[in-house]
T-cell receptor
Framework: KAGVTQTPRYLIKTRGQQVTLSCSPI?????VSWYQQTPGQGLQFLFE???????NKGNFPGRFSGRQFSNSRSEMNVSTLELGDSALYLC????????????FGSGTRLTVV | GNSVTQMEGPVTLSEEAFLTINCTYT??????LFWYVQYPGEGLQLLLK?????DKGSNKGFEATYRKETTSFHLEKGSVQVSDSAVYFC????????????????FGQGTTLQVKP
């Protein structure tokens, strides 16, 4: 079956712009989580959605937001981009956010110039 | 709070050598433990998992045992190959400690493994 699909794979934006990243989970998976990966901070949790509801949020400013649609697809948005937002953004899906593990997509590499 | 600590890398080994990557954790509840692997330019792949104490996760020759008494989940492989070169992440998921941890993985800083022919 198809894995977790993230689009686009690469993105270059200018400071002050906004960006929207997309994640399509594995069919039947209802939980979608987002992570930011940088060389300095490692992997940091952004937020998690389940059945269109945000259930958990990490320690990121309000410029980072997300949503989940009825088909479980999710988007995250970053407004007023800063240079420090340059990172690999990873999406992960799970059947019901249980102990079974999470399947990750290949990520979106965002570069802010 | 919950946290994961991994041994620092890089770890450089010759092909067919024995691998150990240490991982210890701190958790308030009863976490599930995972090892993920990341190849260059890729996302994370689940390597193995364990959901309760004394469970042993295994996959592709890699093994790790959930040790509650030492709060550890060390990754081992008896004979590494060049194709095992990657970054390895230890992670925990602690649902039992409350809704604030739902859907959230806490990762260690990652250990780079380089295997030379």
């Amino acid at each position: 079956k198809a894995g977790v699909t993230q689009t686009p794979r690469y993105l270059i934006k200018t400071r002050g712009q906004q960006v929207t990243l997309s994640c399509s989970p594995i069919s039947g998976h209802r939980s979608v989580s987002w992570y930011q990966q940088t060389p300095g901070q490692g992997l940091q949790f952004l937020f998690e959605y389940f059945s269109e509801t945000q259930r958990n949020k990490g320690n990121f400013p309000g410029r980072f937001s997300g949503r989940q649609f009825s088909n479980s697809r999710s988007e995250m948005n970053v407004s007023t981009l800063e240079l420090g937002d340059s990172a690999l953004y990873l999406c992960a899906s799970s059947l019901k956010s249980d102990r079974g593990g999470y399947t990750f997509g290949s990520g979106t590499r965002l570069t802010v110039v | 709070g919950n946290s994961v600590t991994q041994m620092e890398g890089p770890v450089t080994l010759s092909e067919e050598a024995f691998l150990t990557i240490n991982c210890t954790y701190t958790a308030t509840g009863y976490p599930s433990l995972f090892w993920y692997v990341q190849y260059p330019g890729e996302g994370l792949q689940l390597l193995l998992k364990a959901t309760k104490a004394d469970d042993k996760g295994s996959n592709k020759g890699f093994e790790a045992t959930y040790r509650k008494e030492t709060t550890s989940f060390h990754l081992e492989k008896g004979s590494v190959q060049v194709s095992d070169s990657a970054v390895y992440f230890c992670a925990l998921s602690d649902h039992s400690s409350g809704p604030g941890n739902t859907g959230k993985l806490i990762f260690g800083q990652g250990t780079t493994l380089q295997v030379k022919p």
